[in-house]
Each structure stands twice: as structure tokens, then as C-alpha cells.
């Protein structure tokens, strides 16, 4: 007896690189067939096993898109800031939305934020509690962010190339 193999059923496989995770599926992925890759950092409250961030980005086009995810409890009119270690930090990024999960930050890399995230230890994001008024800062690690990204290009570039681009983005 033979059985037929499903090509349309996705298969995923996850690594670690630092403190980072590739998350890669292929198979028929809603937007287009191929693979489709992304890297995330979820950190959590050791005493309460809650978590308090959660990134996750993919390639797209010349850069990254994702989301960043923090805890209910933010002033969400006054958004985010992101910095990398000492750099100036970045312009104001709004709240998208808020849910029980948390305030959802949407992001848009583009290469002059990929080279500052390649070459800093540290990404810190920066909000107002809504208790207290106070600016929070939320650290996230930066350790194997290269591997990932690397990985992660590597993994979808077969997808990039059926789409008719191959990516490029920088790397040090």
C-alpha cells in the first residue's frame, strides 16, 4: 500500500539562536507557497510565570515587519520609544490596540535599524506605566539576533526568490 503525501500541509521547525527563536513553516502559507520564517523573543515573569514582552519579525521586502507585545497597564497615547544600547533613541511608535494579551506595537525595520540592531547588545523599549506615570523600560536582549536573522533569510530565501526578489539585507 502507498499513501500520497500531502504537499499543502505546512510542516514547522523551530531553533534557537541565543535568546532568540526561528520559527519556519513551509508549505501552502496563506500569502504564498514557500516558506515562511520569523524570529521571536518572548520574555517572562519568573514569579508570576507571566509574560511581559513578546517580539516577533519576519523578512519582508528590504527589512522586518512584526509586532511587539507588552503588558496591559501602558499609557497607550503615549506609545513606545525603542533604543539600541546608548544610540538616540527612535521616534514615538504608537499603541496599535490593546487586548487581554497585552498593547500591540506594530514595527517597520528598515536596513539602518537592522545594521543598529546587528551591532547593539541591547534593545530597550521605552513606555509610561498608566499606574504610576513613570517611564518603564523593557530590555531585550539582542544575543544570536544575527544567527536568527541570518537563519531566518536563509530559510525563506526560496520564497523571496519565487516572489521574483532574492533578500539583501545587510550583515555584518
Known amino acids: 500500500m502507498i499513501e500520497q503525501v500531502n504537499h499543502n500541509i505546512p510542516i514547522a521547525q523551530q531553533q534557537h539562536c541565543g ?3 526561528v520559527f519556519s513553516e ?3 502559507v496563506a500569502e504564498a507557497p514557500g516558506r515562511h520564517c520569523a524570529i521571536s523573543q518572548t520574555q517572562f515573569d519568573m514569579d508570576t510565570c507571566r509574560r511581559v514582552l513578546s517580539i516577533e519579525l519576519s523578512p519582508e521586502n528590504e527589512g522586518l515587519r512584526g509586532v511587539l507585545v ?3 497597564g501602558l499609557l497607550r497615547q503615549d506609545g ?6 546608548e544610540a538616540a533613541p527612535g521616534p514615538v511608535l504608537p499603541f496599535g490596540t490593546a487586548t487581554r494579551l497585552g ?3 506594530e514595527l ?3 536596513a539602518g535599524m537592522i545594521a543598529s540592531l546587528q551591532y547593539a547588545h541591547g534593545l530597550y523599549v521605552k513606555a509610561v506605566s498608566a499606574e504610576t506615570g513613570s517611564e518603564e523600560i523593557f530590555p531585550i536582549s539582542l544575543n544570536g539576533f544575527c544567527t536568527a536573522l541570518s537563519l531566518a533569510l ?3 530565501s526560496s520564497r523571496a526568490v519565487t516572489n521574483g526578489k532574492a533578500p539583501s539585507l545587510p550583515f555584518r
Open 19 to 21: 535568546d532568540w527563536t
Open 26 to 28: 513551509s508549505g501552502a
Open 70 to 72: 507588552l503588558p496591559v
Open 80 to 85: 513606545v520609544i525603542l533604543q539600541c544600547d
Open 103 to 105: 498593547c500591540i506595537v
Open 108 to 110: 517597520n525595520f528598515g
Open 154 to 156: 536563509s530559510l525563506s
